[in-house]
């Protein structure tokens, strides 16, 4: 039972593979009232017949998709919270998902403890939801306090996107091997140099997601010359330089990103004008934006590549330093320059331990998750 509900939950898990409905149902129906479908269509007759809290879907179905089901789900219950699914680790799938009227993407295979901990976090934003619905509705001057406070839990489930958005990146830094792992490590040079500029709560929020998804337009970049070994021609310049332009496009209508959006379409501004796509000038860039652009060009110059070992701390400072007032904002760089080298020494080593953990976590995980399809597959067929 649902302490915050007070009753036991209602989920609707819709997909089109046996055993992908097998497991779910086995391993939330301890918690929760689960029914099982295996189409979108069937979906939506149980909708229509019944209430339920959660919908469960996967992506790719005979006939009807997951993603268009969920308008019309969405449609008749308002309230009703949906997770995709998907065997598809694309960063366009995930975003069209989240687009829709997702409240989050999981990848397939997936480990069964976050298929879980999503669940968990979906039925508390379901149950914050409707309390909001109904203090709205009562007695106006009673419920202006404690719909502030219900806002306030509901915006603090954005940590829950956190997650999904760092398996986009993943995903999409697999198509550029030369800067794997750059994005999280830009994310924590962005968050320190943020924080010593006075940053904090939401502008933090948007920094981060900002600086985490910064070159998710490259989707829109050819492999060709995403990955030539040469040197870009003229028109491949033109077209490499729209992929600002087309991640803010892409993050457009999704409303925890907007700020974030904006590190997205002027990471490559510049303080005296000569950035693009906009040609921004100065304090018309975004803060964000002027804090990754200095993070930014710390780490690609102090990351090895493959055809040349990274700089130094003193000579990127000195760097930093002899573009401050032309492609840097000269406060950003006199901030990172107040911050001990050791600390950045310190976040550095982290984002590597990090993402080695991460790995090794993955690789278990996937591992453990095969072989739990594989026996209650077998189980359900001797069933």
Not at 49 to 68: K, P, T
Request: hydrophobic fraction near 40%; aromatic fraction near 6%; include cysteine.
């Amino acid at each position: 039972m649902s302490k915050t509900l007070g009753r036991r939950a209602r989920v609707l898990i819709a997909d089109d593979e046996p055993e992908i409905r097998v497991v779910l149902a086995d391993l939330l129906s301890r918690a929760y009232d689960c029914t099982t479908v295996g189409s979108a269509e069937d979906a939506l007759a149980r909708l229509r017949e019944s209430e339920f809290d959660l919908v469960i879907s996967d992506i790719m179905m005979g006939g009807m998709s997951g993603l268009e089901m969920i308008p019309r789900v969405l449609e008749r219950s308002p309230d009703t919270v949906v997770i995709m699914i998907s065997g598809v680790q694309t960063v366009e799938s995930a975003i069209s998902a989240l687009r829709a009227g997702a409240f989050d993407y999981v990848m397939k295979p997936f480990d069964l403890y976050h298929v879980e901990a999503a669940v968990g976090r979906a039925l508390e934003h379901y149950s914050l939801r409707v309390q909001k619905r109904r203090y709205e509705n009562y007695l106006e001057e009673m419920v202006g306090q404690r719909t502030a406070q219900l806002d306030g839990a509901l915006h603090s489930l954005g940590d829950a996107y956190r997650t999904t958005l760092k398996a986009l990146t993943a995903a999409l830094e697999t198509r550029d091997q030369e800067t794997h792992g750059h994005s999280e490590r830009v994310v924590n040079f962005s968050l320190r140099l943020g924080q010593e500029m006075g940053l904090d709560g939401e502008q933090l929020r948007s920094l981060e997601f900002g600086s985490l998804l910064h070159d998710i337009g490259k989707i829109g970049v050819p492999d060709a010359i995403l990955r030539k070994p040469a040197a870009l021609d003229e028109k491949e310049w033109v077209r490499m330089r729209e992929h600002p332009a087309h991640g803010q496009k892409i993050l457009c209508g999704i409303e925890f990103l907007e700020g974030a959006s904006r590190v997205v379409a002027q990471h490559h501004e510049k303080w005296d004008g000569s950035g693009y796509p906009l040609k921004l000038k100065g304090e018309e860039i975004d803060l964000n934006a002027r804090i990754f652009a200095v993070a930014d060009a710390f780490d690609a110059m102090t990351s090895d590549r493959v055809y040349r070992i990274g700089r130094g701390y003193d000579e990127a400072v000195t760097e930093l330093d002899a573009f401050a007032g032309r492609q840097f904002d000269p406060n950003v760089v006199a901030a990172f320059r107040r911050i001990p080298r050791e600390e950045w020494d310190e976040i550095r080593q982290r984002s590597v331990e990090a993402r080695e953990m991460k790995s090794a976590s993955r690789r278990l995980e996937q591992a453990a998750g095969r072989n739990m399809l594989v026996e209650a597959g077998a189980g359900a067929h001797v069933n």
